[in-house]
């Protein structure tokens, strides 16, 4: 049985514990390691015929598994997470800074 505080209530996980981050730093995060932010050339990659405005190669951390991030007519996405992922965030503020 988990312990209680004195409200009679069982003490609450914390948000992060319980739900999966897809690559958004953590507060633990003492020394934070810059992401890696590749924009691509999605016309070269994809195809000249492709509907891809851009294409972007996220890594949060440099040895992380790369998320690549489109943005199309449908809007920004992770391939691998969707739209709430957080390297599509990193990705739209890479090529704010590029255009």
């Not at 914390?14 to 890696?36: E, I, N």
């Not at 492709?50 to 489109?70: C, F, I, K, Q, S």
């Not at 920004?76 to 800074?97: F, M, N, Q, S, T």
């Amino acid at each position: 049985m988990a312990p209680r505080h004195a409200s009679g209530k069982a003490p609450r996980t914390p948000a992060a514990a319980r739900a999966p981050s897809h690559g958004a730093p953590s507060q633990l995060d003492l020394f934070p390691v810059k992401p890696v932010v590749d924009v691509l050339d999605a016309k070269a990659i994809v195809g000249p015929r492709t509907g891809v405005e851009h294409l972007v190669r996220v890594r949060p951390r440099p040895d992380d598994a790369p998320h690549l991030v489109y943005h199309d007519r449908h809007g920004w996405y992770c391939e691998a997470h969707g739209p709430a992922c957080h390297a599509v965030i990193l990705a739209r503020d890479e090529v704010k800074h590029v255009d």
